[in-house]
């Protein structure tokens, strides 16, 4: 939940969605800094989110992916491949879950009366 609402917020989107920056310093000198989710580069439509290790957690990340203008997000914990493990994930619901519009699930409701 509190992916779903940090990437509510554009520059939050942005930032998570960045494989390298730079960072210009003074002096003209740049110390590149590059995001650790490779799901990034791995997974197409893939925007996000953050990935981490804890003790009790093991590896971790929350996923966030885009396909067909709809907004995905998976959580991976204690995985051994976290990228394939949110990857599967995705795919499956993508491949088996049905967006309908408010207006398509009213009829229906409707036509149940």
Partial sequence: MIGRYAMSNERFRAIAST??????LPGGAGYEIYNGNSLLANYPGADGIKIGWTDRAGWTLVGSAVRD???LFVTVLDSQDRDADAAAL????FGTYR????HVRMLEVLQRL
């Fill in 19 to 24: 494989s390298a920056y730079t960072l210009d």
């Fill in 69 to 71: 203008g709809r907004r």
């Fill in 90 to 93: 995705m795919d499956w619901a």
């Fill in 99 to 102: 967006w309908e519009s408010k």
